[in-house]
């Protein structure tokens, strides 16, 4: 019998001038791109919070924190691959991620088939098990006129 488990992540950033503007492990041209103590990468900060939590896992901020200067600078993918291995300890295997990038800051669209196939690499699933969508704001909110970007992911994970 399997058993199934989901979880939920979330990640917010301001978006500055300076920083390269990468989401979902893929670099956008764009002018502005996540603070963060980190590469600020809010898709991979998502997703692995939504793995780590669907098996029940300490989350990210956690496990890597921002006063832990190991971690300044520290490339997104590779928090997102020990996150995964951390999962697959438990006997856990993610079955699929679905993602809501919500900012009016770089255009998802044109980048989406592209961050989708890097999100599946990373965790070893297929492209088609892995849905990556971009939302605006409307005007609306702390985020709006492209001050940020704010992304939430659900993951199923499952184990035999």
Partial sequence: MTTIRTGIGFDVHRLVEGRPCILGGVELPH??????????DAVLHAVSDA????????????RFPDTDEEWKGADSRDLLRASLAA????GWRVGNVDVVIATEGPRIAPHRAEMRASVAALLGISTDCVNI????????????????????????????
């Fill in 87 to 90: 999962v697959s300890e438990e």
């Fill in 133 to 160: 969508k971009g939302k605006t704001l409307e005007g609306l909110g702390a985020l709006a006129g492209g001050a940020g970007i704010a992304v939430q992911a659900a993951c199923l994970i499952e184990r035999d």
């Fill in 31 to 40: 002018p502005t791109g996540p603070d963060g103590h980190s590469d600020g």
């Fill in 51 to 62: 793995v780590l939590g669907a098996a029940g896992l300490d989350d990210l901020g956690t």
